[in-house]
């Protein structure tokens, strides 16, 4: 069977319209260290939302019949794939998070010294248990550890394809896009430490389960996406810091880079607890993890 697909660009769209609503707040709390807790909600309302023609079911057949052609036995000979408008999209969603830094170590005195100078300032070293003699002036401490965890909860998120239609939820079954449907939870994550020349930081993202109903009751055509975690790992050294005797270190930096160290894939399944052939892990992510070394020099 040929069917013809037309595909580019469409002018006859209507300009897209958003309006959001959004309040937060941060409590901020520095005592031996930088710690952040914030939250914020959000709310936002498209009218007329641009986005792609979804995957072909029975719905988006119904949603948009002028972008399906057919003969006059009913027989599919055309599909419009280019661009739709929605008519409303609604989203909320609120945001969580906590953030945290802190310098610790050994004051480096050496560099205290030098601004001390700079300043016209009297240092006194600090004795052993890190308390000053008498008022002077600490250097900075040597390491630094930055940690963030960030987690968003979807409330809702419905998208109505043309008036008279219900709404379909995209927490529930309902296409967005080709990835899969909405998930109702993310997190993110950010740490690291670094000091002396070192550093390692590591960041990841996690997403909840997500499916696609292939129809308005359950079927083997419904497909599942299972939950996911990616996570990647950074360690660098400063040459020039850590061997500041040898010439040839000056500016170098040697770094390992990995990314989705635990060689994470996406799992798909449909109603029967298979996985269709064209979602098998390997052909969604054929590269998986990967490991890189870099040398860095600057003149």
């Known amino acids: 069977m040929d069917v013809t697909v037309i595909g580019g660009g469409n002018a006859a769209l209507r300009n897209e319209s958003r309006r959001t609503l959004s309040f937060g707040g941060t409590l901020a709390l520095q005592d031996r260290g930088r710690l952040n807790l914030n939250a914020d909600f959000t709310r936002t309302r498209y009218l007329n939302r641009i986005g792609a023609l979804p995957p072909l079911n029975a719905e ?14 009913g027989r599919l000979v055309r599909v419009d794939n280019r661009p ?16 945290f830094s802190r310098f610790f170590g050994k004051a480096q ?34 390491w630094r550890v930055n ?32 990835g899969g449907g909405q998930a109702r939870h993310a997190i993110q994550f950010n740490a690291g430490i670094a ?12 997403k909840g389960a997500t499916s696609i109903r292939a129809g308005t009751t ?48 996406q799992r798909v399944t ?8 064209r979602y098998q892990p390997y052909l969604l992510d054929a590269v998986g993890r990967s490991i890189q070394i870099g040398v860095r020099k600057t003149f």
């Open 218 to 265: 359950p079927s083997a055509a419904d497909l599942r996406y299972a939950s996911r975690a990616l996570i990647d790992v950074r360690l660098f050294a400063d040459l020039g810091r850590v061997l500041p005797d040898a010439t040839w270190a000056s500016g170098t930096r040697v770094s390992i880079n990995a990314r989705n160290l635990f060689d994470s894939r």
């Open 147 to 178: 940690f963030s965890l960030n987690h968003t909860w979807t409330l809702k998120a419905q998208r109505l394809a043309r008036a008279g239609l219900p709404s379909v939820d995209l927490l529930d079954g309902g296409v967005f896009g080709y």
């Open 195 to 206: 000091g002396k020349g070192f550093g390692l930081q590591s960041s990841g993202t996690w």
């Open 270 to 277: 449909d109603g029967t607890g298979n996985t269709p052939l």
């Open 84 to 99: 739709v408008s929605f008519a409303r999209e609604e989203h909320e969603q609120l945001r969580w998070g906590v953030n």
């Open 109 to 142: 005195v050496r560099q205290a010294r030098q601004l001390a100078r700079q300043l016209g300032t009297a240092l006194i070293d600090n004795d052993e248990d890190g308390t000053a003699g008498s008022p002077g002036l600490e250097g900075p401490k040597p």
């Open 60 to 73: 988006v057949q119904q949603a948009f019949a002028d972008r399906f052609g057919r003969d006059d036995s």
